[in-house]
Structure formats: structure tokens, C-alpha cells
T-cell receptor, first 113, second 117 residues
């Protein structure tokens, strides 16, 4: 079993729809949870960063962490064609070394105009 | 946000030659940088952790003599793929963690696509 599981998609939704992206994980020691967006042939960029459980909102993006279920989500409201990209979840345990970050395989998202 | 620059963005080389990829943190100092490899439709696989002024730490299964890493300054790390072969063709990405940033706040370069003929 992989430490982090993420549905690769592709996921295609119409413009304006609410998008839900999810990851599950098996390591209960994970404390830091991130979402990265990666456009084709580009490096990932950090979208959201949360520590422990709870919700975090930033504009049209909301990140949720449910540690009891080992489940994290990223919601995108009012989705735009420019949101079309691959979204990678990532997480790490309480560790000062970023080398311990585990990435999901990424979900390819396509927003149809 | 912090900026990490990677160069070249793409390179084509002949089998047997060596290729150097640079990773620079433009507006912050990075004592630690990371090198990843990404195959199409797959996630990032950490290859090595590059520490300024010391030897890199390689992940299991990564040949250190094949993938030479040098972190000569607080803003520059280089990855050299030596004696490249077609199976080394991949997307190589570097990242850096800014001092004082919480764990996980990595800033990535744009990636370098290597094609070995």
C-alpha cells in the first residue's frame, strides 16, 4: 500500500463547477499537508499549506484535513479554465527535513469552457 | 513567493555524454535543495537532498556516481547526469526550502526536460 493515494483522473468539469480533489494516506504521523498545482511541462507551485486538522480557505480554494479518517481534500469554487492542471497532494510528519515529504501521484483536472 | 530558477528548461543530448542542470534560488538563501525526477503522468520521485557545503544525500536506488550533485553556494545546486543513456530521459525538477519556512513549503523550479538520443 502506498503511503499516499490519489486518484489520477482525469477529471473534467464545466466552467463554474465546484471541484473536489482528494487524497488518502496511511501514516498517522503526517502533520503537514500541502496541495501543489502543476501545469504541463512546469514545476509544481504551492497552493495550500495546512498543519494538522481543519479547514483553510484562500480565495476560491479550500483545503480540508480530516486526520481521523486520514483524508484530505481540496475544493475549487467557481472553477476556471485556467485551473486546468495536475494537482498534487503532499504531506509529511513532524520533521524539520523537507526531504520526508511524500507526494501523491497527482490528479489531472480539466475545466471545460 | 520565493523564486527558484532552473536551467536549461530542456536539453537533448547524445547517449554517453554528460548533462548539467542548474538550480538557483533567486531571492532567498537555500541551505538545502532537492532534486526530483518525474515520469509522464507520475508523481515526483525524490532523488537526492543537496546540502550546501557537504555531500548530497541520495535516496535508495539512486546512483550517486551517475547523478552528481554539487551545492557550492547558498543559492546554487547543480545536477550532472553522467554518461547519459536513453533511460535517463525524464523531467528533472529541483526545489528549495527557505530558511524559517514551515516544513513542506517548498519552492520548485520550472523543471528540465532531458531527452537522451
Amino acid at each position: 500500500q502506498k503511503e499516499v493515494e490519489q486518484d489520477p483522473g482525469p477529471l473534467s468539469v464545466p466552467e463554474g463547477a465546484i471541484v473536489s480533489l482528494n487524497c488518502t494516506y496511511s501514516n498517522s504521523a503526517f502533520q503537514y499537508f500541502m496541495w501543489y498545482r502543476q501545469y504541463s511541462r512546469k514545476g509544481p507551485e504551492l497552493l495550500m499549506y495546512t498543519y494538522s486538522s481543519g479547514n483553510k480557505e484562500d480565495g476560491r480554494f479550500t483545503a480540508q484535513v480530516d486526520k481521523s479518517s486520514k483524508y484530505i481534500s481540496l475544493f475549487i469554487r467557481d472553477s476556471q479554465p485556467s485551473d486546468s492542471a495536475t494537482y498534487l497532494c503532499a504531506m509529511s510528519a513532524f520533521d524539520s527535513s523537507a526531504s520526508k515529504i511524500i507526494f501523491g501521484s497527482g490528479t489531472r483536472l480539466s475545466i471545460r469552457p | 513567493g520565493a523564486v527558484v530558477s532552473q536551467h536549461p528548461s530542456w536539453v537533448i543530448c547524445k547517449s554517453g555524454t554528460s548533462v548539467k542542470i542548474e538550480c538557483r534560488s533567486l531571492d532567498f538563501q537555500a541551505t538545502t535543495m532537492f532534486w526530483y525526477r518525474q515520469f509522464p503522468k507520475q508523481s515526483l520521485m525524490l532523488m537526492a537532498t543537496s546540502n550546501e557545503g557537504s555531500k548530497a544525500t541520495y535516496e535508495q536506488g539512486v546512483e550517486k556516481d551517475k547523478f552528481l550533485i554539487n551545492h557550492a553556494s547558498l543559492t546554487l545546486s547543480t545536477l550532472t547526469v553522467t554518461s547519459a543513456h536513453p533511460e535517463d530521459s525524464s523531467f528533472y525538477i529541483c526545489s528549495a526550502s527557505r530558511s524559517g519556512s514551515p516544513t513542506g513549503e517548498l519552492f520548485f523550479g520550472e523543471g528540465s526536460r532531458l531527452t537522451v538520443l
